[in-house]
């Protein structure tokens, strides 16, 4: 807004010198004319080079542009003894007077270089009337008059900018929060898809060697090396594009008794963002290993092909087949790994089967229609750069800044009629024929002014036929005015209304492109100049003066509705695209920053259990045949299904946590019993991990037998499990993990051992200070 307001001071006194200083040559006597024209040309040089500073400000310091500035006022005021007369008077009052106005807006953001600026051109209208008519006082009305403009100028100014700051702020503050919700959307979406990568990859092949007894295990080794890698990567931060097509030969078929043999039907390639392919991958990866696991067959089709702008992929068996609707909600294969990952992207999965038909699964992905998802399918995640908030952004922007001026034109238009306008009017009663009709023009102006005023400041926009008949009142006062004063008095002192109709049309097409408001001008400015001509065709001087006079107060009002027009269409706009370039960017870094440190914080809670496991399997350094090896994987697996619980929208997310783990027991052949007591009430997260990982632990150390009671009070929980054979005697030693210090404290532990019977608490009461009971 500064800039804009900068550039339109410099070209509206830079057009209005030149024009009025033409006019003043026309003005002047031949014996004067090199003198006039030696004081204006330097004149209109300095606005040259104003205009010039314009393209390449740091050229010009701002001294040199103070001086050049305060030449202008100078150089015309001396012109006013030389060219003499009351026309002299006229084209000087009307350069000095619209200079000290644009000065304000120039150096807006300098307001003592203004001022000082302002200072200087009431002197040098003061010096020049006084030579110009020496022994005579000065006039002190156009010194006021000119004040008065300064005044309001600057009032204007401040009056809107303090809207656009106000604007600044509020954009910002909805700007925070929808990053704060796009930041959340991007941790849930990385964290969805680190749940799926854990869950293809370390849970299955912990699964795997929990259960697996005299199996051959040469597969395992790099298996569990790439597990490693993959919950080591960061996920989301993949870039570019990839050929879909090579991915797919990629995939792998498994080793011995589990592989698939695939019969691949790909048109390739297959170029798309990295993002989406690398779904489609991942969730084929995991197919085939479905397929391996449950089909009961050995072999699989895998097609590709294009559709439209987009790609699908299809995995089709001639399989037992299952119903899809009978899969629990905690089984993750199909649910996270499969159709989650492709909803992240923006695409979509589908899985058709029946018992005894086969099954086929469906990935599809279509480019134009996930602009949305930009974010995830290039790559980084980036917060989705949707239209309708843009919209919404710059449509708020311009409301404030419309508000903002009109607020000032209001101000102006007031101010100007019941000070200038008003004295006008009093003074020159016996001018007027009749006076009463531009007593009752006064009275009509006013009202306009008033109502247009109680609609703004309680907010609301002027209803379209309240603006049209108060447009056409104000025309009519305009034309009353016009007829009813002598043609010599036009746009002299008595005419009051030449130069204040304007500002009330302004304020009621303040939200309408410039040209409505010209065409008003137009038609205010063809009726003065009919009533004039009606009386005879004006001399030149006479017509050089009424010229010098439009510009100066319709040229000026003109100029000020393209600069609203420029704010409103061109400078909201503007501000919202910046607004919403530096929102992307802010938001970039966090979901950057955060994904970086969610992940460290994720990796650290494995590496005390799942990675040395990986680590030792992918090594050798473990033996899968070793039975402590196979329980030690029971109990991460175990774990691992309890955290991909975490993110199921449940009523009892305790209780669906530990149903996670008791799946796996189940899984591994033992018989569970689960018991629930008391109304089930809340903790939170890290109280439930707690909570749940004593039970995880003796679960996956359980050969034949357990029984899980959760017990539910007022105050606290208990979680207790109670195994009667439960291997080996490490529960003490297997569950100290790394936890919050806050929730360690809270949540208490009991462990009672009997021969082969293992007997474990944990415990978490409410504090009392929360005041809210669990139940």
């Known amino acids: 807004m500064n800039l804009a307001l900068e550039r339109f001071g410099v070209w509206l006194r830079s057009i209005v010198v030149c024009l009025c200083g033409a006019l003043g040559i026309v003005l002047a006597d031949p014996a004067e004319l090199p003198l006039v024209v030696s004081l204006l040309v330097p004149a209109f040089l300095a606005c040259g080079v104003r205009l010039h500073s314009l393209r390449r400000p740091r050229l010009f310091p701002s001294a040199l542009l103070w001086t050049l500035d305060a030449a202008v006022v100078v150089l ?18 009307a350069i000095v007077g619209i200079s000290v106005v644009a000065f304000q807006y120039e150096w807006a953001t300098r307001p003592v270089a203004g001022a000082a600026l302002a200072a200087l051109g009431a002197a040098v209208s003061v010096l020049g009337d006084v030579l110009s008519s020496p022994g005579q006082s000065p006039d002190v009305v156009p010194l006021v008059r000119m004040l008065i403009q300064v005044g309001l100028s600057r009032a204007a100014y401040l009056i809107v900018r303090a809207l656009a700051r106000a604007a600044d702020r509020s954009a910002a503050a909805r700007a925070a929060v929808r990053r704060e919700a796009e930041v959340a959307a991007a941790r849930r979406a990385t964290e969805r898809e680190y749940l799926a990568t854990l869950h293809d990859t370390a849970s299955a092949t912990l699964l795997m060697v929990s259960q697996g007894a005299g199996r051959d295990w040469s597969w395992l080794p790099p298996r569990a090396r790439q597990d490693l890698e993959a919950v080591s990567a960061v996920p989301g931060f993949e870039t570019g594009s990839v050929d879909l097509a090579a991915l797919l030969d990629c995939v792998p078929e498994g080793e011995g008794q589990a592989r698939v043999r695939l019969k691949t039907h790909i048109d390739g390639p297959l170029a798309m963002p990295s993002g989406p392919g690398l779904a489609i991958f991942n969730g084929v990866r995991e197919a085939v290993t479905n397929v391996a696991r449950h089909a009961g067959v050995r072999e699989a089709e895998l097609r590709a092909w294009t559709e439209g702008d987009g790609v699908v992929v299809e995995l089709s068996d001639a399989g037992r087949g299952f119903d899809p609707e009978s899969v629990p909600p905690r089984r993750r294969g199909i649910s996270g790994s499969i159709i989650g990952r492709m ?25 134009r229609a996930t602009a949305s998802q930009a974010g995830q399918a290039t790559g980084v995640p980036r917060p989705p750069r949707a239209q309708v908030q843009h919209t919404a952004d710059v449509r708020f922007i311009r409301g404030r800044l419309l508000y903002g001026t009109q607020l000032a034109v209001l101000l102006i238009s007031l101010v100007w009629q019941f000070t200038v306008s008003l004295r006008r009017l009093v003074v020159h009663q016996d001018v007027y024929r009749p006076a009463w009709a531009q007593t009752a023009a006064f009275v009509c102006l006013a009202a306009v002014a008033v109502v247009g005023g109680v609609y703004l400041l309680r907010g609301r926009r002027i209803p379209p036929r309240v603006r049209w008949w108060s447009l056409g009142s104000v025309l009519a006062v305009s034309a009353v005015c016009a007829f009813t004063l002598p043609p010599d008095q036009s746009t002299a002192a008595p005419d009051w209304a030449f130069g204040v109709v304007g500002w009330h049309a302004l304020f009621l097409l303040a939200d309408l492109r410039v040209g409505a408001y010209a065409a008003f001008l137009g038609a205010h400015v063809g009726l003065n100049a009919t009533a004039v001509f009606l009386s005879g065709a004006p001399t030149a001087a006479a017509s050089a003066v009424l010229g010098i006079s439009t510009i100066a107060s319709c040229g000026f009002q003109l100029s000020v509705g393209v600069l609203m027009t420029h704010l409103l269409h061109g400078t909201a706009p503007a501000a919202g695209v910046a607004a919403a370039r530096e929102e992307e960017l802010r938001t970039r870094e966090r979901i950057h920053e955060d994904m970086q440190r969610d992940h460290k914080e994720r990796y650290r809670a494995l590496t005390a259990t799942t990675v040395p496991l990986l680590v030792g399997l992918g090594h050798g350094v473990l033996n899968p045949h070793d039975e402590e090896v196979r329980l030690r994987c029971g109990v991460e697996a175990a774990r691992m299904r309890r955290l991909f619980a975490e993110t199921d929208a449940v009523s009892d997310p305790l209780l669906n946590e530990l149903r996670a783990c008791v799946e796996v027991a189940e899984r591994q052949g033992v018989t569970v019993s689960l018991a629930v007591r008391g109304r089930p009430g809340e903790a939170p997260v890290e109280v439930r991990r707690e909570l749940v990982d004593p039970v995880a632990v003796i679960l996956g150390r359980t050969r034949s037998t357990a029984r899980v009671t959760v017990v539910w009070t007022a105050r606290a929980v208990r979680v ?40 474990v608490e944990a415990g978490w009461s409410r504090p009392a200070a929360c005041g809210v009971d669990l139940t």
């Open 720 to 759: 207790s499990v109670v195994s009667e054979d439960c291997a080996g005697d490490r529960g003490t030693g297997e569950t100290d993990r790394t936890h919050d210090g806050a929730t360690a404290a809270e949540v208490a532990v009991v462990r009672t051992t009997r021969g082969g019977s293992v007997w």
């Open 76 to 93: 015309t005021g001396l012109s006013q003894p030389a060219l003499g007369g009351e026309d002299a008077d006229v084209m000087v009052e």
């Open 343 to 367: 909803h992240a992207v923006g695409g979509s999965a589908s899985v058709t089967s029946q018992p005894g038909t086969g099954s086929r699964v469906q990935w599809r992905w279509h480019g």
